[in-house]
Antibody
Framework: QVQLQQSGPGLVKPSQTLSLTCAIS??????????WHWIRQSPSRGLEWLGR?????????DYAVSVKRRIAINPDTSKNQFSLQLNSVTPEDTAVYYC????????????WGQGTLVTVSS | QSVLTQPPSVSGAPGQRVTISCTGS?????????VHWYQHLPGTAPKLLIY???NRPSGVPDRFSGSKSGTSASLAITGLQAEDEADYFC???????????FGGGTKLTVL
């Protein structure tokens, strides 16, 4: 059974960087059978896919156009986890952030992290 | 603002049947991408209910079913129970946006 455990601060100041981590158990971030995603949900923007990372013969990363200039998703094989960094945050980035797993060749999110409410405020 | 359109709320009495619609376009549902449904209780991780239009993961009761036609899809819940009260959202993939897309969510109230 795959489990995703999120961690990171719940409060970030405007213009600073939001950083979250998703620790994986029951699978490997390097698995060629999975892709690893970040999603957020806010009252104003609804559910929004942010990006993903996955390993085949090399690491690949895809980002949503809406955040492409500010986002970084990185795998950490030594800790079997992946991270989200969102730069230059504004109150509009206040949301519940989720990590999630998708099986290779599929497009539904089978496993989700517990969610982290991140508030952007001074 | 969501790419997929859902009604904000639906309601039904215990034992009744309710349906939740999800309307997309020719670049997502209409392009043949699967529609997936999730149940979401506040403060918890979303739970996959239906994948690829009409498939249930193991452990999901057969009271939940999905269908798809053209650019729309529906989630049906029969034999409504109090524990079904939750938010439900649909999800697909959009080839024009090259990203995963979601509905705005529908709050189900069991009367």
């Amino acid at each position: 059974q795959v489990q995703l455990q999120q961690s990171g601060p719940g409060l970030v100041k405007p213009s600073q960087t939001l950083s979250l981590t998703c620790a994986i158990s029951g699978d490997s971030v390097s698995s060629i059978s999975a892709t690893w995603h970040w999603i957020r949900q806010s009252p104003s923007r609804g559910l929004e896919w942010l990006g993903r990372t996955y390993y085949r013969s090399k690491w690949s990363i895809d980002y949503a156009v809406s955040v492409k200039r500010r986002i970084a998703i990185n795998p950490d094989t030594s800790k079997n986890q992946f991270s989200l960094q969102l730069n230059s945050v504004t109150p509009e980035d206040t949301a519940v952030y989720y990590c999630a797993r998708v099986n290779r060749g599929e497009r539904h999110f089978e496993y989700w992290g517990q969610g982290t409410l991140v508030t952007v405020s001074s | 603002q969501s790419v997929l359109t859902q009604p904000p709320s639906v309601s039904g009495a215990p034992g009744q049947r309710v349906t939740i619609s999800c309307t997309g376009s020719s670049s997502n549902i209409g392009a043949g991408y699967g529609v997936h449904w999730y149940q979401h209780l506040p403060g918890t991780a979303p739970k996959l209910l239906i994948y690829d239009n009409n498939n249930r993961p193991s452990g999901v009761p057969d009271r939940f079913s999905g269908s798809k036609s053209g650019t729309s899809a529906s989630l049906a819940i029969t034999g409504l129970q109090a524990e079904d009260e939750a938010d439900y959202f649909c999800q697909s993939y959009d080839s024009s946006l090259s990203c995963w897309v979601f509905g705005g969510g529908t709050k189900l109230t069991v009367l």
